[in-house]
């Protein structure tokens, strides 16, 4: 997951061993040729569509702070960069269903997936914020199951549109003056549910990899009820090896019961790796990155995102109290029971609750030798906890860069991780491990 300038650690902007021409796109193609290198299978590339705003419906927290959100380059003009440099990895790019039509979203996966080879997945958003509204012409964000309702149909009409054409629609035969079959082209089906959203034909061919992949990262009760029905990969917010356990048996579960069979869904959890040569070097360099962190500004930026006014946080009250008493705020359901779990778990005051949100945004943080994080993958992965990972990183491009440089082939060594590509498409790759 590509998220720059700030991504998961608040301080990334500001460490010095950060990059920060990250509206260059050489930031991109850097980094795309890295992933490629450690024989990654996609860069993926979140998006939202306002700034975060705190309490009042300010914006000002969040731009003084850097804080995540200030900054969005729209992510399939990025995952374009990437796909000029790189020949093999995957692309995932955001596009909210709520916002954007779906024949808009259509094409432009389809043409990215294209230009790149069969290489493109969709991030699913149903977008979470009024802010995000407001921007788009909307007084409010509609209620979560309207957004998912709605959701459901526009997958289902893009599902539609990139099958309007057929494999073999396009002929290109000069001497019988065909470019392509009609026969072999129609529009969309007419839903059964309320007037259609597209007529189509979209105007390009299918895709070279089928269609593009679906990746989804819904957390809620209808979120993973939505995942189940669509989504092929699955991204998981999750605090620990329990908590991924029971998502990713739970979506397996949902996705038989749906009649889909249950190794169609890749359940991917977010991990945040701090690698050193030695397990004291990786808590060495943990408790640097931590010593960036300031008390003030990461209660500030707690309280930002809970819709809290930060002038009355008390450091030493209770993490759970807070949470509870901001409901609601972050616009996501999943994301906040976590936050709820974590810190009755723990018993987090507000101090250590903000701490950690800046550090990872609660996510797993495996420190320690290429061989210890090795170690902590693994264990997930057998114990079926994981069926692959979304890596995070703290400092752009120096923590992916060790990652790859490091874990990934003591992974090679252990027979646990790829050497080379053997498929040209993401779907291919997909499909050879089970998709």
């Given amino acids: ?18 990059r920060t021409d990250w509206l260059d796109a050489g930031f991109y193609t850097d980094l795309a040729r890295t992933l490629e290198r450690g024989c990654f299978d996609m860069m993926f590339l979140p998006d939202a569509l306002a700034v975060p705003e705190d309490h009042a419906g300010d914006y000002a927290t969040t731009v003084r702070t850097g804080g995540k959100g200030a900054i969005y380059l729209d992510p399939v003009v990025v995952a374009s960069a990437a796909a000029a440099v ?7 790019a955001t596009m909210s269903t709520t916002f954007v039509p779906p024949y808009a979203i259509a094409r432009t996966m389809l043409s990215l997936d294209h230009l790149s080879g069969g290489r493109t997945a969709w991030n699913i958003v149903t977008s979470t914020t009024d802010a995000e509204a407001r921007n788009l012409g909307l007084p409010a964000m509609p209620p979560k199951g309207e957004r998912y309702d709605h959701a459901d149909r526009v997958v289902r009409t893009v599902l539609d549109l990139w099958e309007t054409w057929a494999p073999d629609a396009l002929v290109l035969d000069a001497d019988a003056r065909l470019f392509a079959d009609p026969s072999r082209i129609r529009r969309v089906p ?11 034909p979209i105007t390009l061919p299918s895709s070279p990899q089928g269609r593009p992949v679906l990746m989804q990262a819904g957390a809620s009760e209808r979120g993973r009820a939505f995942a ?7 991204f998981v917010v999750a605090d620990g090896p329990e908590a991924m356990r029971e998502v990713r048996t739970d979506l397996r579960r949902r996705a038989a019961a749906l009649g889909r069979d249950p190794d169609a869904l890749r359940v991917l959890p977010a991990v945040q790796p701090v690698v050193g040569a030695t397990d004291a070097g990786a808590r060495d360099r943990l408790a640097e990155l931590e010593s960036f962190l300031d008390e003030a500004q990461i209660l500030t930026v707690l309280g930002r995102l809970l819709h809290a006014d930060p002038t009355g946080l008390d450091p030493d009250g209770s993490a759970v109290a807070l949470v509870e008493a901001h409901r609601g705020a972050t616009g996501s359901d999943g994301f906040e029971e976590m936050l709820l779990r974590a810190a009755r778990a ?7 609750l903000a ?3 800046a550090m990872s945004q609660l996510k797993p943080q495996p420190t320690g030798s290429p061989a210890t994080v090795a170690d902590y993958l693994c264990e997930l992965f057998e114990s079926g906890a994981a069926d692959g990972f979304v ?3 703290a400092l752009y491009p120096s923590s992916l860069e060790e990652f790859v440089d490091a874990v990934v082939p003591e992974l090679q060594r252990r027979g646990r991780f790829r050497r080379a590509y053997e498929h040209r498409t993401l779907r291919g790759r997909l499909t050879a491990s089970g998709l």
Avoid: C, I
């Fill in 346 to 352: 723990e018993d987090l005051t507000v101090r250590e």
């Fill in 355 to 357: 701490a950690r949100q």
């Fill in 86 to 92: 790189t020949t093999h990895l995957g692309l995932g």
């Fill in 190 to 200: 007419v839903p059964s549910d309320g007037p259609p959203l597209s007529r189509g």
């Fill in 391 to 393: 890596v995070m990183s």
């Fill in 1 to 18: 997951m590509v998220q720059a300038p700030t991504s998961q650690y608040a301080e990334n902007w500001r460490h010095p061993l950060a």
């Fill in 228 to 234: 189940a029905r669509w989504a092929e990969v699955v």
